[in-house]
């Protein structure tokens, strides 16, 4: 079964500046889908990033960006020029290919990030 | 659109109780599922649809119940409410198994706050 592992329960960062949260997982798969979501303190979760395992590039939306290591089964966050509304908790989170899992696009979550954006 | 709409927001049970969980989405997407949030513990899989008329378990379904009479709407039940049921939970649903990467994203619901005492 895969495992997705977030090393630091908490973060903080100083408002404009750069931070990046750790994820990490384990899989015996080649093939499959990474995510980043928020969830601010409304509880809505909100997908940050994407990324498809077989993309050598590193995925980028606005702010956010992601550093993926296949090899090391790794898949670090980056938030540049940090904001306050930015404060929230993030989950890592990694899918099997649709295929393997007889319709279920199940999510496996890591335990999440606090995250703490100081003005 | 509404997207994925949850009810209750918040909801109070004395174990031993019953009730149902609503969750209706109107993006005409196959896919449906529902998740628990523990404290430390990220979301857990539930139960999921990948259509109406079709369900299925996921990682954590005892104490659950699940149907799928249309494309709209996938409500959980909870058959008899235990404190271990105290959790956060979240409905998903996506267009399901499409090869199209950009129409594959989950979006969740608002989420329920169920508290069983």
């Known amino acids: 079964a895969q495992t997705v592992t977030q090393s630091q329960p908490e973060m903080s960062v100083q408002e404009a500046e750069t931070v990046t949260l750790s994820c990490t997982y384990d899989t015996s798969e080649s093939d499959y889908y990474l995510f980043w979501y928020k969830q601010p303190p409304s509880r809505q979760m909100i997908l940050v990033i994407r990324?498809?395992?077989?993309?050598?590039q590193n995925a980028t939306e606005n702010r956010f960006s992601v550093n993926f290591q296949k090899a090391a089964k790794s898949f670090s966050l980056k938030i540049s020029d940090s904001q306050l509304g930015d404060a929230a908790m993030y989950f890592c989170?990694?899918?099997?290919?649709?295929?393997?899992?007889?319709?279920?696009?199940?999510?496996?979550f890591g335990k999440g990030t606090k995250l703490t954006v100081n003005p | 659109n509404a997207g994925v709409t949850q009810t209750p927001k918040f909801q109070v049970l004395k174990t031993g109780q019953s009730m149902t969980l609503q969750c209706a989405q109107d993006m005409n997407h196959e896919y449906m599922s529902w998740y628990r949030q523990d404290p430390g513990m990220g979301l857990r899989l539930i139960h999921y649809?990948?259509?109406?008329?079709?369900?299925d378990q996921g990682e954590v379904p005892n104490g659950y119940n699940v149907s799928r009479s249309t494309t709209e709407d996938f409500p959980l039940r909870l058959l008899s409410a235990a404190p271990s049921q105290t959790s956060v939970y979240f409905c998903?649903?996506?267009?399901?198994?499409?090869?199209?990467?950009?129409?594959?994203?989950?979006?969740f619901g608002p989420g329920t706050r169920l508290t069983v005492l």
């Open positions: 989170a990694y899918r099997s290919p649709y295929h393997t899992q007889g319709g279920s696009e199940k999510l496996v």
């Open positions: 990324q498809e395992a077989y993309k050598q």
């Open positions: 649809s990948v259509g109406a008329g079709i369900t």
């Open positions: 998903a649903s996506s267009y399901g198994g499409r090869a199209d990467w950009g129409l594959d994203t989950q979006y």
